[in-house]
C-alpha cells in the first residue's frame, strides 16, 4: 500500500500521560500536514510542513502539541500531559508540491484516534 | 473555525435516487474538493476544482465550482448503497502557497436498498 499511513490507528491514554503519533506520507509527497477532528465536525487544521521545515501553525495547536518531520519524510506529532478534551480523530495528509503551485489536493491516512480517559 | 456551511446536514434516501448537496463561503476559494468519509477511516479524495464555473465528473459523481467562487455542488446519480458515508466539501485559498484546507461540517447520507 502506498497511500498515507497512520500509527497508532487507536490509543487510550490517561489524563496527564504523553502521546506520540506517527505518520509516513506519500512516498513521493513534500507537504505533510496535521489535523484534527472530533465527532460530528469536519476535520480543523493544525500544522503542515514542506520537506523538514514546519511553516504553518494553527491557533489550535496549544504548546502542549509538538510536531516533527525531521528529515523530511515522515512526521510526529506529540501531545504532553494529554486533556480529556485532546480526544479527537488525528488526521494527517500529505500532497505534492511543483515548483510554485501546490496540487491543492491533499490524501489523508486513516488517521489515529485518541481518547483521554 | 468552520467557515464553510454545508447542507443538507444528512439526506436519507433510497437506492437509485440522485443526490445534491453544497457547500457555501462567506470568502472566496480558488480550489474547492469533495471527500468522502466512512466510519473510522480517513477522508478520500474524490473530485478537485481549481476554476470558477468549472464542472467535472468522476463516475455517477459530479461536482461544480460557483461562478462566485463562494459557492460549491456536489450530485451522485442513481444512488448506491455503497454511497453511504459522509461528505465533505473543502475550500483552499490559494494554490501559489500554503495549501491549507477549510472544511464543511459534512453531509452524512443514508441510502436504503
Known amino acids: 500500500d502506498t497511500g498515507v499511513s497512520q500509527d497508532p490507528r487507536h490509543k487510550i491514554t490517561k489524563r496527564g500521560q504523553n502521546v506520540t503519533f506517527r505518520c509516513d506520507p506519500i512516498s513521493e509527497h513534500n507537504r505533510l500536514y496535521w489535523y484534527r477532528q472530533t465527532l460530528g465536525q469536519g476535520p480543523e487544521f493544525l500544522t503542515y510542513?514542506?520537506?523538514?521545515?514546519?511553516?504553518?501553525k494553527s491557533r489550535l495547536l496549544s504548546d502542549r502539541f509538538s510536531a516533527e518531520r525531521p528529515k523530511g519524510s515522515f512526521s510526529t506529532l506529540e501531545i504532553q500531559r494529554t486533556e480529556q478534551g485532546d480526544s479527537a480523530m488525528y488526521l494527517c495528509?500529505?500532497?505534492?508540491?511543483?515548483?510554485?503551485?501546490?496540487?491543492?489536493?491533499?490524501?489523508f491516512g486513516e488517521g489515529s484516534r485518541l481518547t483521554v480517559l | 473555525g468552520q467557515q464553510l456551511n454545508q447542507s443538507p446536514q444528512s439526506m436519507f434516501i433510497q437506492e437509485g435516487e440522485d443526490v445534491s448537496m453544497n457547500c457555501t463561503s462567506s470568502s472566496i476559494f480558488n480550489t474547492w474538493l469533495w471527500y468522502k468519509q466512512e466510519p473510522g477511516e480517513g477522508p478520500v479524495l474524490l473530485i478537485a476544482?481549481?476554476?470558477?464555473?468549472e464542472l467535472t465528473s468522476n463516475g455517477r459523481l459530479t461536482a461544480q465550482f460557483g461562478i462566485t467562487r463562494k459557492d460549491s455542488f456536489l450530485n451522485i446519480s442513481a444512488s448506491i448503497p455503497s454511497d453511504v458515508g459522509i461528505y465533505f466539501c473543502?475550500?483552499?485559498?490559494?494554490?501559489?502557497?500554503?495549501?491549507?484546507?477549510?472544511f464543511g461540517e459534512g453531509t452524512q447520507l443514508t441510502v436504503n436498498p
Open positions: 473543502a475550500g483552499q485559498r490559494t494554490v501559489t502557497s500554503g495549501s491549507r484546507l477549510t
Open positions: 476544482l481549481y476554476k470558477a464555473g
Open positions: 495528509a500529505s500532497s505534492l508540491r511543483l515548483g510554485t503551485i501546490n496540487t491543492g489536493e491533499l490524501f
Open positions: 510542513f514542506q520537506n523538514e521545515a514546519q511553516l504553518e
